[in-house]
């Protein structure tokens, strides 16, 4: 878990009304500046709080109203928190990740998971996270992964792959600045793996301005959804 981050200097306005949200760990990078672009035109005055985890702890967070709003890739396609309001607003592509200098860098057609079973492989939070669900895709073809290292966030993985330790099968938009940069590709997988992207927030109604964050935050994550299917990369 990152510590809540304020973002109101990035927003540039005056920190005199909160607005907490959580994100998966491994769309952040893609979902924050979304958020900030809703956010700035939704109000005059917002601290915007930001806390990135796995998904049951920010479902959690929300329904124990530390978090306003919950942003989360849904690994199980359903929740374990019922008093929690749900929207699917997108699907989230799960790619295959691999070092510059990998042997399917080079590689233009989409990968098998099937091919790639013996492949060292990196996973992230296996019992709830990402992790969690990769091994269920090798499962689903009768495969087991093997795994050579787990780690606790989506950037430590990132940064493991990049060193040749192994592969790993991320979101998507969680690498788009380091295959842009060249520092890791990015291969389609077969069969296509797409969790769903789940607005989750309590059933109350929040105070008109809240509710605003609420409907402006939506509206940007449906506009930008085929970039989240990773269709557009």
């Not at 330790?165 to 690498?175: E, K, M, R, Y």
Request: hydrophobic share 45%.
């Amino acid at each position: 878990l990152q510590g809540a981050t304020d973002l109101a200097s990035q927003l540039g306005l005056q920190p005199s009304y909160m607005f907490a949200i959580g994100l998966s760990s491994g769309i952040a990078q893609f979902v924050m500046p979304l958020v900030t672009d809703a956010l700035r035109p939704a109000v005059s005055d917002i601290q915007l709080s930001v806390v990135t985890a796995i998904t049951p702890r920010i479902q959690r967070l929300v329904a124990q109203e530390a978090l306003d709003l919950g942003v989360t890739v849904d690994i199980r396609s359903r929740t374990n928190v019922p008093t929690l309001v749900r929207e699917i607003l997108a699907r989230v592509e799960m790619s295959l990740f691999v070092s510059s200098a990998h042997r399917l860098a080079a590689e233009l057609n989409p990968v098998n998971i099937v091919d790639i079973a013996r492949e060292p492989l990196i996973i992230n939070e296996p019992e709830k996270g990402y992790g969690a669900l990769v091994q269920s895709v090798f499962a689903n073809s009768g495969v087991s992964p093997n795994v050579v290292a787990v780690a606790d966030h989506v950037d430590t993985v990132k940064i493991m792959v990049r060193a040749g330790v192994g592969i790993a099968i991320l979101p998507t938009v969680s690498a788009i600045n380091e295959v842009e940069q060249g520092q890791l590709a990015r291969r389609r997988l077969t069969p296509r793996t797409a969790p769903p992207l789940v607005l989750s927030r309590r059933a109350r109604i929040f105070d008109a301005r809240k509710e605003m964050c609420i409907s402006q935050v939506r509206t940007s994550l449906i506009e930008h959804a085929e970039d989240l299917t990773g269709m557009a990369w």
